[in-house]
């Protein structure tokens, strides 16, 4: 059984298109390591609240994911990471 990490969106318009076939990876990831992709993909959507990004941060944090490794991952600046993530930081 496999379980779609990243493109759900895509998979799902791809279905409606009537496509049988997509391009993938199959990579073997641990239950955290999926967790922290999905996570680390779904902040960086465009449509999201700023409530919404800072549950993201905040829960990729919880994860223990650095700040480093998630402003690497995301293209956020660690004041961005920090502000949204901390919700004790004063701005």
């Given at each position: ?18 496509l049988v076939e997509l391009p993938c990876m199959v ?15 779904n902040i960086q959507r465009q449509d999201l609240t ?42």
């Open positions: 059984m496999y379980t779609v990490i990243i493109g759900h969106r895509i998979l799902d318009a791809s279905k409606l298109a009537g990579v073997g990831m641990d239950e955290k390591t999926q967790l922290m992709t999905m996570l680390v993909e700023p409530l919404e990004q800072a549950k993201g941060l905040q829960q990729c944090l919880g994860l223990r994911m650095s700040d480093e490794e998630i402003r690497v991952k995301t293209g956020f600046s660690k004041r961005k990471i920090r502000e949204k993530g901390n919700p004790e930081v004063k701005k």
